[in-house]
């Protein structure tokens, strides 16, 4: 499913994201990427989506190679990858329905279809009785769930999320990764990328450890390390 090889990103100042990094996450697999700040955790969930580009190495998504993407591409690539982060980017000025049926009237999808497929994606994360509500009448629980049912509308078989529930409580933050186990479930890869080593350890999945940009440790059922 997601495929580096001697993957390298370097920043000004000669800061290093990540350095010759290579990693092969399977099909259905969840793994959480872990990490200080810096280390690079960031910087690979920005590589996989193509939202930045390697100076070095190979980059494979489900057995296309984005290393060189073209730009014209990377719609088509974001619809294959459901792609959650820390901040909510929310409409305020639309419903939590209009939210997340936005992803489809970009795609051109007809009216027909954005009604079955939001309404499919509220159900799966529990706002099916909310879709007329407004992002600031909803707790920020229930707005991260917004986001990852508009991450949902195309069916991806790839979910990252870079620290879902860094702006949440312990009661919400599990009530998000508890959801993403459920995509999980469905077949999807997912990859979290998180700090949170309460979560990290309740997982007992699969634990990639990054420091400095290299890999340091890959561990089948893991830990939080650092």
Same mark, same amino acid.
């Given at each position: 499913?997601?495929?580096?090889?001697?993957?390298?990103?370097?920043?000004?100042?000669?800061n290093?994201?990540l350095?010759?990094?290579?990693?092969?996450?399977?099909?259905?697999?969840?793994?959480?990427i872990?990490?200080?700040?810096?280390?690079?955790?960031?910087?690979?969930?920005?590589?996989?989506?193509?939202e930045?580009?390697?100076?070095?190495?190979?980059?494979v998504?489900g057995?296309?190679?984005?290393?060189?993407?073209?730009?014209?591409?990377?719609?088509?690539?974001?619809?294959?990858?459901?792609?959650v982060?820390?901040?909510?980017?929310l409409?305020?000025?639309?419903?939590?329905?209009e939210?997340?049926?936005?992803? &489809?009237? %970009? /795609?051109? =999808?007809?009216?027909?279809?954005?009604? *079955?497929?939001? $309404? !499919?994606?509220?159900?799966?994360?529990?706002?099916?009785?909310?879709?007329?509500?407004?992002?600031?009448?909803?707790?920020?629980?229930?707005?991260?769930r917004?986001v990852?049912?508009?991450?949902?509308?195309?069916?991806p078989? &790839?979910? %990252? /999320?870079? =620290?879902?529930?860094?702006?949440?409580? *312990?009661?919400? $933050? !599990?009530?998000?990764i508890?959801?993403?186990?459920?995509?999980?479930?469905?077949?999807?890869?997912?990859?979290?990328?998180?700090?949170?080593?309460?979560?990290?350890?309740?997982?007992?999945?699969?634990?990639?450890t990054?420091?400095?940009?290299?890999?340091?440790?890959?561990?089948?059922?893991?830990?939080?390390?650092?």
């Amino acid at each position: 499913m997601v495929t580096l090889e001697h993957v390298s990103k370097h920043y000004q100042r000669k800061n290093v994201g990540l350095e010759d990094v290579s990693l092969q996450i399977l099909p259905g697999e969840f793994v959480s990427i872990v990490g200080q700040s810096g280390s690079g955790k960031t910087t690979l969930a920005k590589l996989i989506i193509a939202e930045e580009r390697p100076e070095r190495g190979r980059i494979v998504i489900g057995g296309w190679d984005i290393t060189r993407i073209k730009y014209g591409e990377i719609p088509t690539l974001r619809r294959q990858i459901g792609v959650v982060f820390q901040d909510f980017k929310l409409l305020p000025r639309k419903t939590i329905f209009e939210n997340v049926a936005f992803a &489809l009237e %970009v /795609a051109g =999808e007809s009216n027909a279809r954005i009604s *079955s497929v939001v $309404a !499919q994606v509220l159900k799966i994360v529990g706002l099916e009785k909310k879709m007329d509500r407004y992002p600031d009448q909803i707790s920020g629980g229930e707005q991260q769930r917004v986001v990852i049912a508009r991450a949902l509308v195309h069916r991806p078989k &790839l979910f %990252v /999320a870079d =620290e879902p529930t860094g702006n949440l409580d *312990s009661i919400n $933050a !599990q009530e998000i990764i508890s959801l993403l186990q459920k995509i999980n479930e469905f077949g999807t890869t997912v990859v979290l990328v998180t700090h949170n080593r309460e979560i990290v350890n309740m997982l007992k999945k699969r634990v990639v450890t990054l420091d400095h940009g290299h890999i340091i440790a890959d561990q089948k059922a893991g830990k939080y390390l650092l």
